[in-house]
C-alpha cells in the first residue's frame, strides 16, 4: 500500500504517496517500466485516498501524463529513483513532482549549467545540489517539458527552509515545497489549474 505523505508544507489540495520501489527492466526498457508503475501508482492513491475514485491516466513518452477522474481532468506527477517512486495528484493544481537520493552527489560544473542568470548565490549556498536539481525538475514536470527544457530557464528563490518560489522564462510563476523523506528529497512544485 502506499504511503501517503503528510508534510505540513504540502499544499491541502494535493495528495502525496511513496512507495519502496525497485524496477526490473529485464526484457523492457525502464521508461516503460517507470511509466506503467507510476500509473499503478496513481491508481491505488485514488482508490485508499480518493474514496475509491477510479483514476484513467494516459502516458507518453517525454510528455506529462494526463489524468481524469470521473471525465473531469487532474493533475499528476510521479517520480522514481533505485529504489522508490513517489507521485502527485490534484484536482485544483497544476503538479510537478521529483525525488532524489539525499546521498546522490551531483558534478559542481552542472550547478553553472543549472543556475539560472537571475538566481541569488544563497539558493546554492544554502541548498545541496540535488535538492536544488529536484526544484528544476518539479517545476519543469510540472509544466510538461522535463528535461528537455534547460533547467536554467526556471529561476528559484528562497521563502523558507520548505517552500519556494518559481520563475519560468515566459515570466509565469509557481510555488514549490521541498522536504526530506525516506532519506530522499522530494520537491513538488504546484499553482492554480487554468
Not at 15 to 39: H, K
Not at 150 to 157: A, F, G, R
Not at 179 to 191: E, G, N, P, R, T
Request: net charge negative; aromatic share 8%; charged share 30%.
Amino acid at each position: 500500500m502506499p504511503e501517503l505523505i503528510e508534510h505540513p508544507s504540502i499544499p491541502d489540495e494535493v495528495i502525496v504517496a511513496y512507495e519502496p520501489l525497485t524496477i526490473e527492466t529485464t526484457g523492457g526498457d525502464r521508461d516503460t517500466s517507470e511509466s506503467i508503475t507510476g500509473t499503478l501508482l496513481l491508481k491505488r492513491m485514488a482508490d485508499r485516498y480518493l474514496d475509491g475514485k477510479t483514476i484513467d491516466v494516459f502516458t507518453k513518452k517525454y510528455e506529462k501524463p494526463q489524468a481524469f477522474i470521473d471525465g473531469e481532468e487532474v493533475s499528476v506527477s510521479f517520480s522514481h529513483t533505485d529504489d522508490a517512486i513517489v507521485a502527485a495528484i490534484s484536482t485544483s493544481l497544476n503538479v510537478g513532482v521529483d525525488m532524489e537520493a539525499k546521498s546522490r552527489e551531483v558534478h559542481e560544473r552542472l550547478a553553472s549549467r543549472m543556475k539560472s542568470k537571475d538566481e541569488k548565490s544563497t539558493l546554492y549556498e544554502g541548498n545541496s545540489l540535488i535538492r536544488v536539481w529536484t526544484f528544476k525538475e518539479a517545476a519543469l514536470k510540472m509544466i510538461g517539458t522535463g528535461l528537455r527544457k534547460p533547467m536554467n530557464h526556471v529561476t528559484v528563490s528562497i521563502e523558507n527552509e520548505h517552500h519556494f518560489n518559481a520563475e519560468f522564462d515566459d515570466g509565469n510563476r509557481a510555488k514549490i515545497c521541498s522536504f526530506i523523506h525516506q532519506d530522499h528529497w522530494i520537491s513538488i512544485c504546484y499553482k492554480l489549474l487554468p
